[in-house]
């Protein structure tokens, strides 16, 4: 097994780390784990070729942890290549109930990774998903899947998902997957963007959808700014914990907060 870099314990901060893995493992290696720990922040890191998940938040109440994650920030990271999986995970290896509890994922770029862009799965509890830019992970990948997994008992109670960009292009996938197996509660869903034009919601309904090409800088060469004409532009709401993008511009630069990592300037 493998993990670049592991976290346990509180109060650290993993920042501006440039984690590129060019062969070897498998899908239980990741680039970032968080095991366990409180106020922990993952920030600006940029991670590729991992078999595993990007990022993975998760703990299995072994080796003398407690298994409590809480308050955990991820935000402005690139994520792009996982080979087996995917960008982001919340989950726990547990049934005691939550572990996983106030994670707060903004301002992330997570693209061309190989089963979906972000999953949160039992057991959890008020996670947030607010302003990431999600691109095309996966022939069969979902943007975002909130799913209780692999004969877990738990639960997943309160997941709030907003001003996120998910462009899942010819993907066979999901924009967003929510999985009804077992006791999953206070799922919320608004102000995303969502592409290609045929919305593909499972299980859920966005109260505001928005349809329409995000117009993307150069995505092929993985520049995920907006252009003048972007159905992203102004079409956000105003949330307090993302005060600006991924670049450090503060939001908004227009009348209203643009949808995914970027701020149209």
Not at 75 to 102: C, D, F
Request: hydrophobic share 35%.
């Amino acid at each position: 097994r493998y993990t670049m870099i592991g976290v346990i314990g509180d109060d650290n901060l993993i920042e501006g780390n440039t984690i590129i893995v060019t062969g070897g493992g498998d899908s239980l290696d990741h680039g970032i784990y968080v095991m366990s720990g409180s106020r922990n922040i993952i920030r600006n890191n940029y991670i590729s070729g991992h078999r595993g998940f990007g990022i993975h938040i998760y703990d299995e109440v072994k080796q003398g942890r407690s298994g409590q994650i809480r308050d955990v920030v991820v935000e402005g990271n690139t994520i792009t290549g996982s080979v087996l999986s995917g960008g982001i995970i919340v989950a726990t290896g547990s049934t005691n109930n939550p572990l996983a509890r106030n994670i707060t994922i903004r301002n992330n770029v997570i693209y061309a990774n190989g089963v979906k862009g972000i999953e949160v799965r039992s057991n959890s509890k008020d996670i947030y998903i607010y302003n990431n830019t999600i691109y095309r992970n996966g022939k069969d990948g979902d943007g975002i899947r909130i799913a209780v997994c692999c004969g877990s008992s738990g639960s997943i109670d309160g997941v709030t998902m907003r001003n996120n960009l998910i462009d899942i292009g010819a993907s066979t996938g999901y924009h967003v997957n929510l999985g009804t197996s077992a006791v999953v509660t206070n799922i919320m869903l608004n102000n995303n963007l969502y592409w290609p034009e045929a919305l593909n919601l499972k299980n859920i309904s966005d109260t505001n959808p928005i349809i329409g090409n995000p117009l993307f800088v150069t995505p092929g060469s993985a520049d995920f700014h907006l252009q003048s004409g972007s159905a992203a532009v102004d079409r956000g709401l105003t949330l307090t914990d993302v005060p600006a993008d991924k670049d450090g511009i503060s939001r908004p630069q227009g009348p209203a907060y643009d949808i995914g990592a970027y701020e149209y300037h």
